[in-house]
Nanobody, 125 residues
Framework: QLQLVESGGDRVQPGGSLRLSCAAT????????IGWFRQAPGKEREGVSC??????????LDSVKGRFTISRDNTKTTSTVYLRMNSLRPEDTAVYYC????????????????WGQGTQVTVSS
């Protein structure tokens, strides 16, 4: 059974940093692109970043470019995707979800079939 479990969300001050993790089990991890999405209160869910199966293709939401870094570990013992978030802003406050799609990234929520439960990130002084 495919499962994605996020962790690492927390409350931080503006300018702070966090690293989110997405642990994947139950499927052939290296066959799937993994994306991070977020949903702020009262707003639609949006794609933040995505990394291809092998890690060679990466995309970012314009507002996080230069501040967020996505990476993945495809080793057999640790199938995990990370999102390093620096210089956090109050507008980054949201529930962050990781999601899996076979082969290729998509920024469209409707095209991504597998989702984690989400982890809360709050940026506030």
């Amino acid at each position: 059974q495919l499962q994605l479990v996020e962790s690492g969300g927390d409350r931080v001050q503006p300018g702070g940093s966090l690293r989110l993790s997405c642990a994947a089990t139950g499927f052939t991890f290296e066959h799937y692109a993994i994306g991070w999405f977020r949903q702020a209160p009262g707003k639609e869910r949006e794609g933040v970043s995505c990394i291809s199966r092998g890690g060679g293709n990466i995309t970012y939401l314009d507002s996080v470019k230069g501040r967020f870094t996505i990476s993945r570990d495809n080793t057999k013992t640790t199938s995990t995707v990370y999102l390093r978030m620096n210089s956090l802003r109050p507008e980054d406050t949201a529930v962050y979800y990781c999601a899996a799609r076979r082969y290729y990234c998509s920024g469209k929520e409707s095209e991504v079939p597998y989702w984690g439960q989400g982890t809360q990130v709050t940026v506030s002084s």
